[in-house]
C-alpha cells in the first residue's frame, strides 16, 4: 500500500463549478502538507502548503488538513479553463527533512 | 523573486555523450534538489544538497553525478546514459533542511531525450 493514495482522475468540471481534491495517507509521522500544480510539460509550481490540521485559504484555494482521519483537501472556488493541470499532494515528516512523499496526481480539466 | 531556472529546456543525447544540466536560484535557499519526473508520475527524489553538502542520495546510479558549486547553483552532469532515463529533470530548492520549511520551489525543467 502506498503511504500516499490520490485520486489520479481525469477529473472534469464545467467552469464556474467547486473542485475538490483528496489525497489520504497512512504515516501518521506526516506533519507538513503541500498542494502543487503542474501544467503539461512544466514543474510544479507550489500552491499552498500548511502544517496544522485545519483550513487554510488563499484567493480561490482552500487547503484542508484532517488529521485525525489523515485526510487532506484542496478546494477550487470558481474554477477557472486556466486551473486545467494535474494537482499533486505532497507531505513529509519532521524528522525526515528534504523528503516529501508525494501522491500520484490528480488531472483536472475545467471547461469553459 | 520564487523563481528557479533550469538550463536546457531540451535536451538530446546519446548514449555515449556527457553532457550537464544547470539549475540555478537566487532565493537565499540553502537547500536544493533534483529530481526525475516520468510521464504521468510524481517527481521522483534523486539528489538533495544542504549548505553546498550532498545530504541525500536516492541510490542514483553513478552515470549521474551531482555537484553543488556554491549556494545559487546546482549542476547534474550526465555520463553513459540509457533510453531508459529520458525524462524531465527537475530541480527545486527550499529555504533549509534545519529550518522548519517543507516547501519546494521547483524549477521548469529540462526534457532530456537519450538516444
Known amino acids: 500500500q502506498k503511504e500516499v493514495e490520490q485520486d489520479p482522475g481525469p477529473l472534469s468540471v464545467p467552469e464556474g463549478a467547486i473542485v475538490s481534491l483528496n489525497c489520504t495517507y497512512s504515516?501518521?509521522?506526516?506533519?507538513?502538507f503541500m498542494w502543487y500544480r503542474q501544467y503539461s510539460r512544466k514543474g510544479p509550481e507550489l500552491l499552498m502548503y500548511?502544517?496544522?490540521?485545519g483550513n487554510k485559504e488563499d484567493g480561490r484555494f482552500t487547503a484542508q488538513v484532517d488529521k485525525s482521519s489523515k485526510y487532506i483537501s484542496l478546494f477550487i472556488r470558481d474554477s477557472q479553463p486556466s486551473d486545467s493541470a494535474t494537482y499533486l499532494c505532497?507531505?513529509?515528516?519532521?524528522?525526515?527533512?528534504?523528503?516529501?512523499?508525494f501522491g500520484d496526481g490528480t488531472t483536472l480539466t475545467v471547461k469553459p | 523573486d520564487t523563481e528557479v531556472t533550469q538550463t536546457p529546456k531540451h535536451l538530446v543525447m546519446g548514449m555515449t555523450n556527457k553532457k550537464s544540466l544547470k539549475c540555478e536560484q537566487h532565493?537565499?535557499?540553502?537547500?536544493m534538489y533534483w529530481y526525475k519526473q516520468k510521464a504521468k508520475k510524481p517527481p521522483e527524489l534523486m539528489f538533495v544538497?544542504?549548505?553546498?553538502?550532498?545530504?541525500i542520495n536516492e541510490s542514483v546510479p553513478s552515470r549521474f553525478s551531482p555537484e553543488c558549486p556554491n549556494s545559487s547553483l546546482l549542476n547534474l552532469h550526465l555520463h553513459a546514459l540509457q533510453p531508459e532515463d529520458s525524462a524531465l529533470y527537475l530541480c527545486?530548492?527550499?529555504?533549509?533542511?534545519?529550518?522548519?520549511?517543507?516547501?519546494?520551489?521547483f524549477g521548469p525543467g529540462t526534457r532530456l531525450t537519450v538516444t
Open positions: 544538497y544542504s549548505y553546498e553538502k550532498l545530504s
Open positions: 532565493m537565499g535557499h540553502r537547500a
Open positions: 500548511t502544517y496544522s490540521s
Open positions: 504515516n501518521s509521522a506526516f506533519q507538513y
Open positions: 505532497a507531505m513529509s515528516v519532521r524528522t525526515n527533512a528534504g523528503k516529501s512523499t
Open positions: 527545486a530548492s527550499s529555504q533549509s533542511l534545519a529550518v522548519l520549511s517543507y516547501e519546494q520551489y
